[in-house]
């Protein structure tokens, strides 16, 4: 894609950053609603404890989080020769009928099962998608093309998610889910008209793409993913009542705090996509510590009005500067299945997104106050930092045996 002129190339990056909003959109708008869902969906419920209601609608945020699982690695085997343009759009497609499904479906259950089928092309977007954002900026931007794609949810979290948020609590969250399909039916449009086509891999099938799962380390690096970033959601998923039942503040401050959340992570993604680039391995580490310490301060820093949107800003900012890391991470060590690796990786953060708002819904549910999902947070943070080192030892050890093995090194050893 060298002979793209600079006007082409950032208008296609646009385009595919605008599906990465939509997805932002559809996925975290649910967590400023939540009590506002859980109250029409759960009215028995909630009318006898808002607190058990709003825990059991966090199961609308795992469903979606399990339809990413589950949509991320069949599509990307089933659609190993497909064109990425191709595939692209038309997961956009599925997007905007699952989006309106979820606004349309009238009970709890049926709500969930929407849920599920519009989270289905999550992962395959951002690993088609990013693949494609890479190679219109060229060699050595992995990291970057997939930050600017995931750029596009971090900037939904800005503004949209806290606009979207707030039309869902004046005129109902169905009107919001209706805004957000036409929000994927326009960046279908767009993507349609703006990103080039890349012709698709020659050696691309679903038997190659699958192979990346006999690799130990795709295994390993998936569940550091799973377990490591799941306190992020753990935390976010319940960021309204924290807001309106630890700080004191208003419901019309919910949005406000999903804009210091948003900024954080906009901040956290591009540093990261930078920073993983020039070195992945230490990027990954230290920002596993920073995630881990920052949750820690987020469980004493929602107790106030203020420092609040500090704590919220500082969970955004390190838990989305190790999105871009694990992503290339995860392709690193599964070469010759590249799409696998990056569908893997969505689905892996889904994991996460599922078990941080079960466990999370699960110690609010106890009666341990909506601030103990911080530190089940720090207990998952803990256990990611451990397997990412475990990782890169294992790594290490093999690349030494392998250099101990070639035949110049034996030869060295005997002189």
């Known amino acids: 894609m060298d002979d793209l002129t600079a006007v082409r190339r950032y208008t296609a990056l646009a385009a595919l950053s605008l599906g990465g909003f939509g997805?932002?959109?559809?996925?975290?708008?649910?967590?400023?609603?939540?009590?506002?869902?859980?109250?029409?969906?759960?009215?028995?419920?909630?009318?006898?404890?808002?607190?058990?209601?709003?825990?059991?609608?966090?199961?609308?945020?795992?469903?979606?989080?399990?339809?990413?699982?589950?949509?991320?690695?069949?599509?990307?085997?089933l659609t190993a020769r497909l064109p990425r343009k191709t595939l692209?759009?038309?997961?956009?497609g599925l997007f905007t009928f699952g989006t309106v499904a979820s606004a349309l479906a009238p009970g709890f259950g049926l709500v969930l099962l929407a849920r599920f089928v519009?989270?289905?092309?999550?992962?395959?977007?951002?690993?088609?998608a990013g693949l494609l954002a890479a190679a219109i900026l060229g060699p050595g931007s992995q990291a970057?093309?997939?930050?600017?794609?995931?750029?596009?949810?971090?900037?939904?979290?800005?503004?949209?998610?806290p606009l979207v948020t707030r039309l869902g609590q004046a005129a109902g969250w169905r009107q919001a889910y209706l805004a957000i399909a036409a929000m994927f039916a326009l960046t279908l449009v767009f993507v349609a008209l703006t990103v080039p086509r890349q012709p698709a891999d020659p050696a691309g099938s679903p038997r190659?793409?699958?192979?990346?799962?006999?690799?130990?380390?795709?295994?390993?690096?998936?569940?550091?993913?799973?377990?490591?970033?799941?306190?992020?959601?753990?935390?976010?998923?319940?960021?309204?009542p924290v807001t309106t039942h630890v700080a004191g503040l208003g419901e019309s401050s919910v949005p406000w705090v999903l804009v210091?959340?948003?900024?954080?992570?906009?901040?956290?993604?591009?540093?990261?996509?930078?920073?993983?680039?020039?070195?992945?391995?230490?990027?990954?580490?230290?920002?596993?510590?920073v995630f881990i310490v920052s949750m820690a301060a987020f469980a004493v820093l929602a107790h106030n009005r203020y420092t609040l949107f500090a704590?919220?800003?500082?969970?955004?900012?390190?838990?989305?500067?190790?999105?871009?890391?694990?992503?290339?991470?995860?392709?690193?060590?599964?070469?010759g299945a590249q799409l696998m690796g990056a569908a893997v990786n969505q689905s892996a953060m889904n994991i996460a997104n599922s078990l941080g708002a079960a466990l999370g819904g699960l110690v609010i549910a106890a009666g341990w106050g909506y601030t103990a999902p911080s530190w089940v947070g720090v207990g998952l943070g803990g256990l990611g930092l451990g397997l990412a080192a475990v990782s890169f030892g294992l790594e290490a050890r093999s690349s030494r045996r392998a250099s101990a093995g070639r035949p110049e090194a034996r030869l060295q050893r005997v002189r």
Request: glycine letters at 16%; charged letters at 10%; aromatic letters at 10%.
């Open 23 to 77: 997805i932002g959109l559809t996925e975290f708008v649910a967590m400023g609603l939540l009590p506002d869902i859980s109250r029409d969906l759960l009215p028995r419920l909630y009318a006898e404890s808002p607190a058990r209601a709003v825990a059991h609608g966090g199961w609308m945020i795992t469903a979606y989080a399990l339809g990413v699982v589950v949509g991320a690695p069949t599509i990307a085997a």
């Open 88 to 92: 692209v759009v038309g997961l956009l």
């Open 118 to 128: 519009a989270a289905l092309p999550h992962g395959a977007y951002f690993g088609a």
């Open 144 to 161: 970057k093309g997939f930050a600017a794609v995931l750029g596009g949810l971090t900037a939904a979290n800005v503004f949209g998610v």
């Open 208 to 240: 190659a793409e699958l192979r990346a799962f006999r690799k130990p380390q795709v295994w390993l690096v998936a569940v550091t993913a799973a377990l490591g970033f799941g306190g992020f959601f753990a935390i976010d998923s319940y960021i309204a």
């Open 260 to 289: 210091a959340v948003g900024l954080g992570m906009t901040v956290g993604n591009a540093l990261g996509g930078w920073a993983s680039d020039r070195n992945l391995r230490r990027s990954l580490l230290s920002g596993f510590v």
């Open 311 to 335: 704590g919220a800003f500082l969970i955004g900012a390190a838990g989305l500067f190790l999105g871009p890391a694990m992503q290339s991470r995860l392709i690193g060590v599964a070469p």
